[in-house]
Structure formats: structure tokens, C-alpha cells
């Protein structure tokens, strides 16, 4: 025979582990210093520079 559980309990520790979970994800997406950050958006702004200047552009017909 299975365990028996309650369902209630079960419902409020899985609603509290989401929570926890966002949480986390808050603390690391605000949790940045100003240095990391605009270290962070830097790179973001290089890598999409290199990635324009690798793209192929079509010739032109004339």
C-alpha cells in the first residue's frame, strides 16, 4: 500500500519551493553590482558586433 499523504501540506511545500525558486532567480537577476552589470551589458554589445560583422550580405544584381 502506497503512503498516505496530505495533499494540503503537499500543495503548500510545492507553492513554497516555487517561491524559493523565484527568489533565487530575483537574488541572481537584481543581486549585481553596477561594475558587473555594465561589464555584462558590454560584452552583450561586443558579441553582437562580432556577430554583424561575420553576417553575409547579399551582392547586388546591377
Known sequence: MGEVVNLRQA???RDRDARASDAEANRVKHG???AEKTLS???REQDARK???HRLEPEDKD
Do not use: Y
Open 32 to 34: 549585481l553590482s553596477k
Open 51 to 53: 556577430l554583424e560583422g
Open 11 to 13: 500543495r503548500k511545500r
Open 41 to 43: 551589458v558590454a560584452r
